[in-house]
């Protein structure tokens, strides 16, 4: 019998899924500054005592809050957002093919079968995960310079004063608005990556390796900002606002438009897709190696025995 190569052996779930968290946890620590931004530039006109200052595009945001409130806020969250991928990105990641398996009823997966994967992988992944949404969201929105006294000292406090004044339903708020991003998100990034990188190999224009998946994250990251920035931005101001200042997700999204018009649906969405084609290139590069790093480990000492 031929023995198969590290590449040609298909990984394991458990192997994908620790991929999938490990890999997303780079990518976050990476690009999180610019998550931080966009978060900014999403609340900016919510309210007047959101911020004194007027943040402009997304380096000047940057800047802004690194010379404003120091360098170390732009990574305000930051535990809350690795926890987060790590409870939701390596399962809505690192299920997605098992998943996509049993939705194939041919040889082959249809384009319906990708979708239907996405969808529940995204689905169950947001419930499981949206408890540090929601903390990561409000930490990076806090400002100590301006405004209301900053509601959480840090990533558990935070966690525990939602807990106690809103209940635990506070940690699953915005669930739906997040439940429609996070299915967009996941189906467009998922599925996208996924036909474009099987184009480009089964059309021999690359190989299955490094500029292939930087290729397919890069294209999979444009598509999934231009259908998921209106529902991202309505997300973050229900996520972020106080006990009683919407009182439904619709409600956000009406009061949005009416007092900052259309436009408002699509604030942060440069650092949004900065972020997410960033983010997308480090993730998928570092999720394929890393998979086939670990399989190769595991046939080398599988031969060592």
């Given at each position: 019998m031929v023995g198969h190569t590290a590449s040609d052996v298909p990984p394991t779930m458990a192997v994908k899924i620790f991929s999938a968290g490990v890999a997303a946890?780079?990518?976050?620590?990476?690009?999180?500054?610019?998550?931080?931004?966009?978060v900014r530039l999403q609340i900016q006109g919510e309210c007047l005592t959101s911020s004194a200052f007027r943040y402009k595009g997304v380096l000047g945001t940057?800047?802004?809050?690194?010379?404003?409130?120091?360098?170390?806020?732009?990574?305000?969250?930051?535990?809350?957002?690795?926890?987060?991928?790590?409870?939701?990105?390596?399962?809505?990641?690192?299920?997605?093919?098992?998943?996509?398996?049993?939705?194939?009823?041919?040889?082959?997966?249809s384009l319906g079968s990708k979708i239907s994967a996405g969808l529940t992988t995204g689905g169950v992944a947001v419930f499981i995960?949206?408890?540090?949404?929601?903390?990561?969201?409000?930490?990076?929105?806090q400002s100590h310079l301006h405004g209301p006294k900053p509601r959480y000292t840090g990533t558990y406090n935070a966690y525990r004063i939602i807990a106690t004044t809103e209940g635990l339903?506070?940690?699953?708020?915005?669930?739906?608005?997040?439940?429609?991003?996070n299915v967009i998100i996941n189906c467009t990034e998922l599925v996208t990556y996924d036909?474009?990188?099987?184009?480009?190999?089964?059309?021999?224009?690359?190989?299955?390796?490094?500029?292939?998946?930087?290729?397919?994250?890069?294209?999979?990251?444009?598509?999934?900002?231009?259908?998921?920035?209106?529902?991202?931005?309505?997300?973050t101001r229900f996520v972020n606002s106080s006990p009683?200042?919407?009182?439904?997700?619709?409600?956000?999204?009406m009061m949005m438009l009416t007092r900052e018009g259309p436009s408002a649906f699509f604030k942060g969405s440069v650092p949004s897709f900065l972020r997410l084609g960033s983010w997308n290139i480090i993730m998928f590069v570092c999720f394929e190696q890393l998979k086939r790093e670990l399989m190769r480990s595991r046939q080398t000492m599988g031969c060592a025995t």
């Amino acid at each position: 019998m031929v023995g198969h190569t590290a590449s040609d052996v298909p990984p394991t779930m458990a192997v994908k899924i620790f991929s999938a968290g490990v890999a997303a946890c780079v990518a976050d620590i990476i690009t999180f500054p610019l998550d931080t931004a966009k978060v900014r530039l999403q609340i900016q006109g919510e309210c007047l005592t959101s911020s004194a200052f007027r943040y402009k595009g997304v380096l000047g945001t940057i800047i802004t809050l690194a010379k404003t409130e120091g360098p170390v806020k732009l990574y305000s969250g930051l535990p809350a957002g690795l926890q987060r991928q790590i409870s939701f990105a390596s399962l809505r990641i690192g299920l997605y093919d098992t998943v996509q398996e049993f939705f194939t009823t041919g040889k082959e997966a249809s384009l319906g079968s990708k979708i239907s994967a996405g969808l529940t992988t995204g689905g169950v992944a947001v419930f499981i995960g949206q408890p540090t949404e929601v903390v990561k969201v409000r930490l990076q929105a806090q400002s100590h310079l301006h405004g209301p006294k900053p509601r959480y000292t840090g990533t558990y406090n935070a966690y525990r004063i939602i807990a106690t004044t809103e209940g635990l339903t506070g940690l699953w708020k915005g669930t739906t608005p997040n439940l429609t991003r996070n299915v967009i998100i996941n189906c467009t990034e998922l599925v996208t990556y996924d036909l474009m990188k099987e184009a480009l190999v089964k059309n021999k224009l690359l190989a299955d390796d490094v500029p292939c998946h930087f290729v397919s994250a890069v294209v999979a990251g444009f598509c999934t900002t231009v259908l998921s920035s209106p529902v991202d931005v309505v997300k973050t101001r229900f996520v972020n606002s106080s006990p009683g200042q919407y009182t439904s997700v619709p409600n956000c999204a009406m009061m949005m438009l009416t007092r900052e018009g259309p436009s408002a649906f699509f604030k942060g969405s440069v650092p949004s897709f900065l972020r997410l084609g960033s983010w997308n290139i480090i993730m998928f590069v570092c999720f394929e190696q890393l998979k086939r790093e670990l399989m190769r480990s595991r046939q080398t000492m599988g031969c060592a025995t």
